[in-house]
Protein backbone atom coordinates (compact mmCIF):
# COMPACT_ATOMS: atom_id res chain seq x y z
CA UNK A 1 0.00 0.00 0.00
CA UNK A 2 1.05 3.31 -1.11
CA UNK A 3 -0.90 6.18 0.97
CA UNK A 4 -1.69 9.85 1.90
CA UNK A 5 -1.05 11.05 5.11
CA UNK A 6 -4.21 13.18 6.13
CA UNK A 7 -3.80 15.97 8.13
CA UNK A 8 -5.21 19.70 9.63
CA UNK A 9 -2.40 22.84 8.81
CA UNK A 10 -2.23 22.71 12.89
CA UNK A 11 -0.96 19.45 12.87
CA UNK A 12 0.95 18.99 9.78
CA UNK A 13 5.03 18.27 10.95
CA UNK A 14 8.32 17.87 9.36
CA UNK A 15 8.22 14.28 9.93
CA UNK A 16 5.18 14.20 7.44
CA UNK A 17 7.46 16.46 4.80
CA UNK A 18 10.69 13.46 5.48
CA UNK A 19 8.13 10.74 4.47
CA UNK A 20 6.98 12.15 0.84
CA UNK A 21 10.23 13.25 0.44
CA UNK A 22 11.61 9.72 1.38
CA UNK A 23 8.79 8.31 -0.69
CA UNK A 24 7.48 5.99 2.45
CA UNK A 25 3.92 7.97 1.53
CA UNK A 26 2.23 8.68 -1.68
CA UNK A 27 1.41 12.63 -0.47
CA UNK A 28 -0.32 15.15 2.76
CA UNK A 29 -3.78 15.90 1.90
CA UNK A 30 -4.80 18.93 3.72
CA UNK A 31 -8.28 18.87 3.83
CA UNK A 32 -10.18 22.57 3.42
CA UNK A 33 -6.85 24.12 3.75
CA UNK A 34 -8.81 27.30 2.21
CA UNK A 35 -12.02 27.72 2.76
CA UNK A 36 -14.70 26.86 -0.18
CA UNK A 37 -16.46 30.68 -0.49
CA UNK A 38 -12.45 31.92 -0.48
CA UNK A 39 -11.63 29.54 -3.60
CA UNK A 40 -14.94 30.61 -5.82
CA UNK A 41 -13.93 34.48 -4.71
CA UNK A 42 -10.64 33.90 -6.42
CA UNK A 43 -12.29 32.17 -9.49
CA UNK A 44 -15.12 34.64 -9.81
CA UNK A 45 -12.06 37.62 -10.12
CA UNK A 46 -10.20 35.78 -12.29
CA UNK A 47 -13.54 35.70 -14.24
CA UNK A 48 -13.92 39.58 -14.06
CA UNK A 49 -10.25 40.11 -14.59
CA UNK A 50 -8.93 40.19 -18.54
CA UNK A 51 -5.84 38.41 -17.62
CA UNK A 52 -3.21 37.39 -20.71
CA UNK A 53 -2.92 33.83 -20.17
CA UNK A 54 1.03 32.67 -20.32
CA UNK A 55 0.16 30.01 -22.73
CA UNK A 56 -2.93 29.43 -24.64
CA UNK A 57 -2.21 25.88 -25.05
CA UNK A 58 -2.31 25.28 -21.44
CA UNK A 59 -4.37 28.00 -19.98
CA UNK A 60 -2.24 28.95 -17.24
CA UNK A 61 -1.80 32.24 -15.33
CA UNK A 62 1.90 33.01 -14.74
CA UNK A 63 5.45 31.16 -16.21
CA UNK A 64 6.25 27.74 -15.34
CA UNK A 65 9.91 27.58 -14.71
CA UNK A 66 9.65 24.13 -16.80
CA UNK A 67 8.40 25.57 -19.97
CA UNK A 68 11.19 28.42 -20.02
CA UNK A 69 14.28 26.12 -19.08
CA UNK A 70 16.60 28.10 -21.86
CA UNK A 71 14.34 31.61 -21.63
CA UNK A 72 15.95 32.83 -18.55
CA UNK A 73 15.14 36.62 -19.27
CA UNK A 74 11.71 35.85 -20.23
CA UNK A 75 10.59 33.90 -17.70
CA UNK A 76 12.06 36.98 -14.87
CA UNK A 77 10.15 39.20 -17.86
CA UNK A 78 6.95 37.11 -17.21
CA UNK A 79 7.12 36.60 -13.57
CA UNK A 80 7.03 40.02 -12.86
CA UNK A 81 3.55 40.63 -14.68
CA UNK A 82 2.36 37.56 -13.47
CA UNK A 83 3.67 38.41 -9.65
CA UNK A 84 1.60 42.03 -9.93
CA UNK A 85 -2.02 39.94 -11.30
CA UNK A 86 -1.80 37.52 -8.44
CA UNK A 87 -2.19 40.53 -6.07
CA UNK A 88 -5.10 41.99 -8.30
CA UNK A 89 -6.49 38.41 -7.92
CA UNK A 90 -6.22 38.00 -4.06
CA UNK A 91 -7.26 41.16 -2.60
CA UNK A 92 -10.78 39.95 -1.53
CA UNK A 93 -9.18 36.80 0.29
CA UNK A 94 -6.69 35.79 2.74
CA UNK A 95 -3.80 35.46 0.62
CA UNK A 96 -3.49 31.56 -0.38
CA UNK A 97 0.41 31.77 -1.87
CA UNK A 98 1.56 33.09 2.04
CA UNK A 99 -1.05 30.26 3.45
CA UNK A 100 0.57 27.78 1.97
CA UNK A 101 4.17 29.47 2.22
CA UNK A 102 3.50 29.59 6.42
CA UNK A 103 2.48 26.29 6.81
CA UNK A 104 5.54 24.65 5.24
CA UNK A 105 7.73 26.95 7.21
CA UNK A 106 5.97 25.48 10.32
CA UNK A 107 7.46 22.48 9.36
CA UNK A 108 10.99 23.59 9.46
CA UNK A 109 11.15 25.74 12.13
CA UNK A 110 15.42 25.79 11.80
CA UNK A 111 15.31 27.28 8.91
CA UNK A 112 14.97 30.01 6.60
CA UNK A 113 12.18 31.11 3.77
CA UNK A 114 13.80 32.89 1.99
CA UNK A 115 12.74 35.02 -0.86
CA UNK A 116 13.61 33.89 -3.85
CA UNK A 117 15.27 36.21 -6.16
CA UNK A 118 18.23 35.89 -8.71
CA UNK A 119 19.62 38.97 -9.99
CA UNK A 120 17.47 40.80 -8.27
CA UNK A 121 14.68 39.57 -9.78
CA UNK A 122 11.59 37.41 -8.87
CA UNK A 123 10.34 34.40 -9.73
CA UNK A 124 6.71 33.88 -10.16
CA UNK A 125 4.99 33.17 -7.11
CA UNK A 126 2.72 30.32 -8.24
CA UNK A 127 1.07 29.43 -11.07
CA UNK A 128 -3.16 29.04 -11.65
CA UNK A 129 -3.82 26.44 -14.31
CA UNK A 130 -7.09 25.56 -15.43
CA UNK A 131 -8.06 22.20 -17.18
CA UNK A 132 -11.23 21.85 -18.99
CA UNK A 133 -13.39 18.31 -19.78
CA UNK A 134 -10.97 16.34 -21.66
CA UNK A 135 -8.03 17.61 -20.56
CA UNK A 136 -5.25 15.39 -19.11
CA UNK A 137 -1.65 16.30 -17.82
CA UNK A 138 0.45 13.28 -18.87
CA UNK A 139 3.08 11.03 -17.10
CA UNK A 140 5.87 13.24 -16.04
CA UNK A 141 8.18 14.22 -12.88
CA UNK A 142 9.44 17.58 -11.62
CA UNK A 143 12.99 18.12 -10.86
CA UNK A 144 14.53 21.35 -10.81
CA UNK A 145 18.26 19.94 -10.39
CA UNK A 146 17.93 18.10 -13.21
CA UNK A 147 15.99 20.59 -15.67
CA UNK A 148 16.34 23.92 -14.39
CA UNK A 149 20.26 23.82 -14.34
CA UNK A 150 20.39 27.90 -15.47
CA UNK A 151 18.52 28.58 -12.49
CA UNK A 152 19.45 29.24 -8.67
CA UNK A 153 16.66 27.52 -7.48
CA UNK A 154 18.38 24.38 -8.96
CA UNK A 155 20.73 24.37 -6.02
CA UNK A 156 18.43 22.64 -3.80
CA UNK A 157 18.89 19.17 -1.91
CA UNK A 158 14.69 18.26 -2.09
CA UNK A 159 12.19 20.01 -3.73
CA UNK A 160 8.19 19.68 -2.68
CA UNK A 161 5.10 20.67 -4.83
CA UNK A 162 2.12 22.44 -3.40
CA UNK A 163 -1.59 22.20 -5.07
CA UNK A 164 -3.93 23.99 -3.90
CA UNK A 165 -7.80 22.97 -5.34
CA UNK A 166 -9.93 25.97 -6.11
CA UNK A 167 -12.28 23.92 -8.58
CA UNK A 168 -13.13 20.40 -8.56
CA UNK A 169 -14.12 18.41 -11.56
CA UNK A 170 -17.82 16.88 -11.64
CA UNK A 171 -15.90 13.62 -12.48
CA UNK A 172 -12.61 12.81 -13.50
CA UNK A 173 -9.26 14.70 -13.15
CA UNK A 174 -7.82 12.50 -10.65
CA UNK A 175 -3.75 12.72 -9.88
CA UNK A 176 -2.15 9.85 -9.67
CA UNK A 177 0.94 9.33 -8.62
CA UNK A 178 3.44 6.37 -8.82
CA UNK A 179 5.56 4.58 -6.03
CA UNK A 180 8.74 5.26 -8.84
CA UNK A 181 11.02 7.94 -8.09
CA UNK A 182 12.37 8.98 -11.54
CA UNK A 183 16.13 8.55 -12.31
CA UNK A 184 18.17 9.15 -14.98
CA UNK A 185 17.38 5.97 -17.27
CA UNK A 186 14.18 6.58 -17.71
CA UNK A 187 15.17 9.35 -20.05
CA UNK A 188 15.25 6.78 -23.03
CA UNK A 189 11.51 6.62 -22.33
CA UNK A 190 10.74 10.14 -22.73
CA UNK A 191 8.21 11.65 -25.13
CA UNK A 192 8.76 14.56 -27.41
CA UNK A 193 7.04 16.91 -26.28
CA UNK A 194 6.21 16.00 -22.44
CA UNK A 195 6.53 13.28 -20.50
CA UNK A 196 7.37 9.70 -20.52
CA UNK A 197 5.81 6.53 -22.23
CA UNK A 198 3.37 5.37 -19.78
CA UNK A 199 5.19 1.62 -20.10
CA UNK A 200 7.32 2.65 -17.06
CA UNK A 201 3.93 2.62 -15.00
CA UNK A 202 3.47 -0.85 -15.20
CA UNK A 203 2.89 -2.81 -12.21
CA UNK A 204 3.72 0.08 -9.87
CA UNK A 205 2.10 0.81 -6.92
CA UNK A 206 -0.49 4.21 -7.19
CA UNK A 207 -2.45 6.72 -5.14
CA UNK A 208 -5.31 8.16 -6.93
CA UNK A 209 -5.90 11.78 -5.28
CA UNK A 210 -9.29 12.97 -6.23
CA UNK A 211 -9.72 16.85 -7.03
CA UNK A 212 -11.79 18.69 -4.01
CA UNK A 213 -11.61 22.27 -3.72
CA UNK A 214 -10.02 23.96 -0.87
CA UNK A 215 -7.70 20.66 -0.47
CA UNK A 216 -4.01 21.24 -0.25
CA UNK A 217 -1.89 18.60 -1.84
CA UNK A 218 1.51 18.18 -1.11
CA UNK A 219 3.75 15.55 -3.02
CA UNK A 220 7.32 14.82 -4.30
CA UNK A 221 7.34 16.01 -8.22
CA UNK A 222 10.05 13.60 -8.71
CA UNK A 223 7.74 10.44 -8.31
CA UNK A 224 6.14 9.82 -11.38
CA UNK A 225 2.35 11.17 -11.62
CA UNK A 226 -0.39 12.19 -14.15
CA UNK A 227 -3.76 13.87 -13.88
CA UNK A 228 -6.33 11.95 -15.68
CA UNK A 229 -9.08 12.97 -18.55
CA UNK A 230 -10.82 15.96 -16.55
CA UNK A 231 -15.04 14.87 -17.57
CA UNK A 232 -18.15 16.85 -17.13
CA UNK A 233 -18.82 20.60 -17.26
CA UNK A 234 -16.76 21.94 -14.59
CA UNK A 235 -12.86 22.85 -15.12
CA UNK A 236 -10.28 21.33 -12.79
CA UNK A 237 -8.51 25.05 -11.53
CA UNK A 238 -5.40 24.57 -9.17
CA UNK A 239 -3.10 26.54 -8.19
CA UNK A 240 0.59 25.47 -8.28
CA UNK A 241 4.19 25.72 -6.33
CA UNK A 242 6.96 24.34 -5.73
CA UNK A 243 8.93 24.72 -2.41
CA UNK A 244 13.33 23.60 -2.27
CA UNK A 245 14.59 23.00 1.01
CA UNK A 246 18.31 23.68 1.07
CA UNK A 247 20.39 22.09 3.78
CA UNK A 248 23.36 23.86 4.33
CA UNK A 249 22.47 27.33 4.29
CA UNK A 250 19.09 26.00 5.95
CA UNK A 251 17.47 28.27 3.36
CA UNK A 252 13.24 27.13 1.67
CA UNK A 253 12.50 28.40 -1.30
CA UNK A 254 9.72 28.67 -3.33
CA UNK A 255 8.75 29.10 -6.98
CA UNK A 256 6.52 28.07 -10.06
O1 LIG B 1 -2.53 19.28 -10.74
C1 LIG B 1 -2.04 18.33 -10.14
O2 LIG B 1 -2.72 17.62 -9.38
C2 LIG B 1 -0.60 17.97 -10.29
C3 LIG B 1 0.18 19.02 -10.95
C4 LIG B 1 1.63 18.63 -11.09
O3 LIG B 1 2.01 18.00 -12.03
C5 LIG B 1 2.58 19.02 -10.04
O4 LIG B 1 2.20 19.68 -9.07
O5 LIG B 1 3.76 18.68 -10.15
FE1 LIG C 1 4.06 17.73 -11.95
Not at 18 to 31: C, L, R, V, Y
Request: net charge positive; charged share 30%; glycine share 4%.
Amino acid sequence: MWKSIIVTKNQIENKDIKKIIDGENSSIIIKNFLKKEDCKKIIKKISSMNIERDSKKFNHIGPFLMNYTTKKEKYFDNAEKANEVFKKIFVNVENPVNKIKTTISKCFPNYKIAETKENQRNYASCTIRRHENGKSIPLHKDNVRYEGVEYQVSKINSQISCILHLQETEKGGNLSIYNKRWEKKLEKYREIEFGYNPIIKENILMDTIESKSGDLVIINPNYLHEVKKIQGNSDRITLGMFFGIENKTKKIFSWA
